[in-house]
Nanobody, 127 residues
């Protein structure tokens, strides 16, 4: 099992920035991707960004490319999502997730491939 705890959500105005953090514990050696996902009311959960734990390769949804940056600190078992130039449409509950080899058949941004999830942190963006 892998446990994930997010922090860093909050409320900002359009154009503002937030940094989300995710601390992983447990059997983290099995994790090959860490990802950030979001879900707004009435919408499906969508992949925002993902990072390969070994290579550091990153993947982003088109809607956040150039504005969001995912990073990791393998020594500390943490992942972060720096969100800049926030827009009202970025408002959602953001979740940190981790996947192991069981999710290898899916895209790094497909939530179905992730077995472990945090409790979520709310991001609000006002215009």
């Amino acid at each position: 099992q892998v446990q994930l705890v997010e922090s860093g959500g909050g409320s900002v105005h359009t154009g503002g920035s937030l940094r989300l953090s995710c601390a992983a514990s447990g059997y983290t050696y099995s994790v090959n991707h860490m990802g950030w996902f979001r879900q707004a009311p009435g919408k499906e959960r969508e992949g925002v960004a993902s990072i390969h734990s070994g290579t550091g390769n990153t993947y982003y949804a088109d809607s956040v490319k150039g504005r969001f940056t995912i990073s990791q600190d393998n020594g500390e078992n943490t992942a972060a999502l720096q969100m800049d130039s926030l827009k009202p449409e970025d408002a959602a509950m953001y979740y940190c997730a981790a996947r192991n080899e069981d999710g290898r058949s899916t895209s790094p941004l497909d939530p179905r491939g992730y077995a472990y999830w945090g409790q979520g942190t709310q991001v609000t963006v006002s215009s």
